[in-house]
Nanobody, 125 residues
Framework: QVQLVESGGGSVQSGGSLRLSCAAS????????MGWFRQAPGKEREGVAA???????SYADSVKGRFTISQDNAKKTTYLQMNSLKPPDTAMYYC???????????????????WGQGTQVTVSS
């Protein structure tokens, strides 16, 4: 059973940083592709960053140069380092996993199969 548990959310001021973590269990981590999504109140869920099992990454235009996705296969954990945070980054952030390439899923707007419960990020001006 695939389980994804996010942590690291919180409240920061504009310009601050946070690092989100997603701990995975219940499956062979290296065979899945991972991604981060976010959903702000009243808005649709959107892809933020993706990392495929071969290390290929992709980012939404709104976070390029500020966010970095990475993973530690030994710890079965995916990270999202968020720097220079802005109030529009305020949202619930979700970790996701799928056997299909996450970079492609996010590019076409498709939703992955497995989701975590989310962690809230709030950025104040």
């Amino acid at each position: 059973q695939v389980q994804l548990v996010e942590s690291g959310g919180g409240s920061v001021q504009s310009g601050g940083s946070l690092r989100l973590s997603c701990a995975a269990s219940g499956y062979t981590y290296s065979t899945y592709h991972m991604g981060w999504f976010r959903q702000a109140p009243g808005k649709e869920r959107e892809g933020v960053a993706a990392i495929d099992s071969d290390g290929t990454t992709s980012y939404a235009d709104s976070v390029k140069g500020r966010f970095t996705i990475s993973q530690d296969n030994a710890k079965k954990t995916t990270y999202l380092q968020m720097n220079s945070l802005k109030p529009p980054d305020t949202a619930m952030y979700y970790c996701a996993a799928d056997r299909r390439c996450m970079t492609i899923l996010q590019a076409v707007g498709a939703h992955p199969q497995y989701w975590g419960q989310g962690t809230q990020v709030t950025v104040s001006s």
